[in-house]
């Protein structure tokens, strides 16, 4: 019983945990509840993707309408991966969120937007209709904007505003390209548009939604050169809000990429004679250098890593771009590792800014000293980052370099390798400022992060040394998600 | 058969299990400090055992392997053991016991605080030494690289005074920043020209790249393996004697320095081959920028009073006789360069036990204090001349032999700058190293006969000892060094 309707309990357990989380109006309760709805999230995902890979893909009808009218829910290897790494990181977030500095007031709605925002994120990826994925988009963002407004600094309503704009010019964009899908195809469901879209002529339609797609996706995932909000929007939301934001929001916009790119697009012909894929190297390439080389500038670590993420989203969509097995598995193993990486990185400097009460590098000299966990779990994932081996980073980018040679463009590999060069230099000044500089007054009066925080922290560190050195499960369901989106139209 | 091969693979998961397992034990057993070092003593005279046992399988032409995770297609954590990696790991292995048992002269005589996080970081290194040593591929050579700059990190800075903090900044951001901006780039450039990892004798490269660019992917291995220090990244030598002597003595004999030359010389033989470097000339250039050092570092040392400094910078130059040596890329060469590994390790050990020694008993440290002092304490002196005759190369010293084989390739390769520069550098050794002993013999004493405690002046006479020994009964590394050629 519990099995069959596993795809929708995924989305109902943070949608009702929000539900409660608000009428609680009491913090701790808010934060029992969100706890508790993440956990049964992260074991809903878990169950579903043993599922998958017992049975395979899993369809699921809404209510149990037929796909045409009705809405289905359609897990395959891709999003059953994806739907992991959100249950995962949302539960430690969970447990990361207890400490949130916020007015007593709001803390309830803290949570319920927390929870709001991993539902539809969930939504976006189990759902196999495409304009059931506009209306989930629209619950994560829409709870995101509240979220980063939630921030302690005042610019954070600036950043949330900002994000507004450019999210709804997204989905806008993104739901006229699934508006133009319908007028070709006559239906929602990405299962049926695929089949029918194979019957069709040439269709500048066609060409069109998929431009229109594409933009309005990579407004959400901040591909180059739509990226500007991200940074603002990071670096003012409260630190667990960012913790979830660089680790799953992004992801996820990159998975509905990737399902129209070679989902619904890639067995189209026509479709096949833009230049797509030169197009996103291209992007991607410029996103690995450009915000990386401005991450070496910044002097606020949050935005060091915001500029970094932006980057790292460079390497995924690398991977997406080579569409080749080697190369889309180098990428969506990034996705996860970067995903993991992240997370630590900015549950680490939550807990300096919980202790200090600033994130700015020039403040923090010699934190390493008396915060010693937290500015380890820093340096892992910063290694990580640069993608030294022994380190998650390492694996992911050895399968792009991989790839980008089995696709034959060996200047790709040189010019991976030389990205990574931008990395050693900003975290390279972190590690140089947190351990080798005297202390500065806010590492004297600082004390180690509180176990609460340094749990999901270090869990996060440890994992990214683990797959470092052992990356067979994460690249084996990598590398099945790549099959599968690689597996032509279904 | 089959029985023999899992228990060398055991053999081999043991030379890095007891060091780790130490490591755990030491950091639980901060209240009981007699037990704590009690550990050490017992993992260090283990791993000797399982070293020594390792080395006879080798000797008998056995290579054992050991698989420890696949990480990706054509990427393991592996170990395999080659006669180059044993002879290194033999070296460590040895010289960990004598250092511990100084340490603990050392540590208690001078009352260090800290002193569980610096056996355990000890530990550490050590565990990470008999990764390098019998790392299977570039891969894990270089994790296990990364995690010995690390866990010597703490040591180096282990007084936390402010210079101490500086001279760790100098060493960590050198070592790191080099093997990720050089040395991890050259490793992927391999790993795609190459299509494996893998060391093999006789080189994964031979006929996969130009000649140019061979010669530009040997300088990333050698610029990126700083740990040798050949200059211009030297520096960190010198910053890290801040650090209390049993540090020095592992950074400069046991491990750290050796595994960067150690690095150079497998990635000569086993990535590149030194068929290949010979023919591709792809070598050729570090002829002349190893030979800069020697002589460079050699005047500096001339020029330095504090002795510790002076004997900074003889290892420097030192450890480019072994990187010349791989320049030259001639088996004899090869030979010579994995001897003088072995030769320098325990002088030079032995040179720093005695330095440390005489701080702690008169806490002199500059070389103008000196005056008389040999008289005051006969055996610290007496094994500071034999590790400084081994330093000039003069039997009966181990010095010696690595220094005629390197000095024999190099004429036997007609390379006359080479031979010039072995030539001067041993006039200039001499230079530096003789005065500090006329000054400690021949000057008068000013004060009476008193000796550092004694389980270091045990160590530093075993090293001694050890050091004439070598020369005497050198055939259990000459057979290793040999086999490394194919001999």
Partial sequence: MIATHLPVLLILAPLLGAVLAALSRNGFAAWLIALVASALTATFSLALLWRVQAEGVISYRLGGWAPELGIEYRIDAVNAFIVVLIGIVAFLTMIFARRSVLAPERIAWFYTMMLLCVAGLLGISVTGDAFNAFVFLEISSLSTYTLIALGRDRRALVAAYQYLIVGTIGATFYVIGVGLLYLITGTLNLGLIVERLGAIESSRALIVAEAFIVVGIGLKLALFPLHAWLPNAYAYAPSSAAVLLASTATKVAIYLLARFLFTVFGGHVDVGQVPLGSILIGLSLAAMFIPSAAAVFQNDIKRVLAFSSLGQIGYITLGLALANPTGLTGGLLHLFNHALMKGAAFMAIGAIVLRTGTAKLDELSGIGRTMPWTAGALTVAGLALIGVPGTSGFVSKYYLILGSMEAGLGWLAILIVASSLIAVLYVGRIVEVIWFREPALAAREASEAPGELLLPMLILAGVTIYFGLDAEWPAGLASAAAQALLGVAR | ?487
């Fill in chain 2, 1 to 487: 058969m089959n029985g023999l091969a899992l228990n060398d693979a055991m053999l081999l998961g043991w030379a890095l299990a007891l060091p780790a397992l130490a490591t755990l034990a030491i950091l639980r057993l901060d209240r009981w400090p007699n037990i704590r070092e009690a550990v050490t003593l017992i993992a260090s005279v283990l791993l000797f055992a399982v070293v020594m046992a390792l080395t006879t399988r080798v000797l008998a032409g056995a290579r054992p392997e050991l698989h420890l995770a696949s990480v990706a297609p054509g990427l393991t954590l592996a170990l395999k053991i080659d006669p180059l990696g044993m002879l290194f790991a033999a070296v460590a292995a040895t010289l960990w016991i004598v250092n511990s048992l100084y340490s603990i002269g050392y540590m208690r005589g001078n009352e260090e605080p800290r002193q569980t996080i610096f056996y355990a970081c000890f530990a550490i290194a050590i565990f990470a030494t008999m990764g390098l040593a019998f790392s299977g591929n570039l891969f894990t050579l270089f994790v296990f690289y990364e995690i010995l700059s690390l866990s010597t990190y703490p040591l180096v800075t282990h007084k936390q005074t402010p210079a101490a903090m500086r001279a760790g900044r100098v060493y960590l951001l050198t070592l790191i920043g080099a093997s990720m901006v050089l040395l991890l780039p050259a490793i992927v450039w391999t790993g795609l020209v190459a299509g494996t990892l893998d060391f093999r004798t006789g080189g994964i490269l031979s006929g996969k790249l130009g000649d140019g660019a061979l010669a530009l992917l040997f300088a990333l291995f050698v610029f990126g393996a700083a740990k040798a220090a050949v200059m211009p990244l030297h520096r960190w030598l010198p910053a890290a004697m801040v650090a209390p002597t049993p540090v020095s003595a592992l950074l400069h004999a046991v491990a750290v320095v050796k595994a960067g030359v150690f690095t150079i010389l497998k990635i000569a033989v086993s990535v590149f081959g030194i068929e290949t470097l010979q023919t591709s000339g792809a070598s050729e250039w570090l002829v002349y920028v190893a030979g800069f050092t020697i002589i460079a570092a050699s005047v500096v040392a001339l020029h330095a009073d504090d002795l510790k400094r002076r004997l900074a910078y003889s290892t420097i130059g030192q450890l480019s006789y072994i990187v010349l040596a791989a320049a030259l890329a001639s088996p004899v060469a090869v030979i010579g360069a994995a001897l003088h590994i072995a030769a320098h390790a325990v002088s030079k050990i032995t040179l720093f036990f005695a330095a440390g020694s005489v701080y702690t008993a008169e806490h002199v440290t500059k070389i103008s204090q000196m005056d008389g002092i040999g008289r005051r304490m006969p055996w610290t002196m007496g094994a500071f001349a034999i590790g400084a005759l081994s330093m000039i190369g003069l039997p009966p010293t181990a010095g010696f032999l690595g220094k005629w084989f390197i000095l024999d390739a190099a004429t036997g390769a007609a390379n006359w700058f080479a031979v010039s520069v072995i030539v001067v550098s041993t006039v200039l050794n001499a230079a530096y190293f003789l005065p500090i002993l006329t000054r400690a013999f021949l000057r008068p004493a000013n004060g009476p006969r008193q000796e550092a405690p004694l389980p270091m002046v045990i160590a530093l006479t075993v090293t001694a000892a050890g050091t004439v020994l070598l020369f005497i009964f050198p055939s259990v590394p000459f057979r290793l060094a040999s086999m490394i050629v194919g001999g």
